[in-house]
Every structure is written in C-alpha cells, then in structure tokens.
C-alpha cells in the first residue's frame, strides 16, 4: 500500500526548532515532487514548501528563511527543518506528492507556545 507517515512534532517554546521526518513508500518516490503542508485550527490545509526531484524547492512567504525542506531518495524520506518557530506555525503537518498524490497520512502535531 502506497502511504506517507510523518513524525517529528512536538511541542515547543517560540524561537525553539523541530525538525519533522515523513516516510514514504512506492516506485515513483524518486519522480514524485514531495510537499509538506499544515493544517491550522479554523484554516484549510495549506502548503508549507515543496521539493522537486532535483531538489529544486519553494516555500510559502510565512516560513521563507526559517524552514528547510530536503529529501532523501535512497531512504524515501522528507523533511522538514523548522527553525525560530512562532505560535502561529501550531497545526497538524503532513506530508504528500504533489506530482503522484498518496493517501492523506495521520500527520504530526506541533505546538509552539508563547
């Protein structure tokens, strides 16, 4: 079964760091351009940043210079390296394909408090 599984999240003071993993299984991995989003309270699921398959990636204006996405293909993993994070970045993140979509995995919490 083709699927994603994230871990990472947590909870964490503002300026603190988290970094987020997601797994993912399939042939097309290495094709697929991956993308973590994030779910606010209240807000529709949004994009955080995506990475192509030549690394090539592109972030939302809110977490440009404080988030860091990467891949590995060899391990089917993605990541998230989130930095000086803000209250507001608290929601549920997930990882998905954007070029071959998987199933919508459980996602990972991160709290940031004041």
């Known amino acids: 079964q083709v699927q994603v599984v994230e871990s990472g999240g947590g909870l964490v003071q503002t300026g603190g760091s988290l970094r987020l993993s997601c797994a993912a299984s399939g042939s097309m991995f290495s094709i697929n351009v991956m993308a973590w989003y994030r779910q606010i309270p209240g807000k529709q699921r949004e994009l955080v940043a995506h990475?192509?398959?030549?690394?090539?990636?592109n972030y939302a204006d809110s977490v440009k210079g404080r988030f860091t996405i990467s891949r590995d293909n060899a391990k089917k993993m993605v990541y998230l390296q989130m930095n000086s994070l803000k209250p507001e970045d608290t929601g549920v993140y997930y990882c998905?394909?954007?070029?071959?979509?998987?199933?919508w995995g459980q996602g990972t919490q991160v709290t940031v408090s004041s």
């Open positions: 990475i192509t398959s030549g690394d090539i990636t």
């Open positions: 998905n394909g954007r070029t071959f979509p998987y199933s």
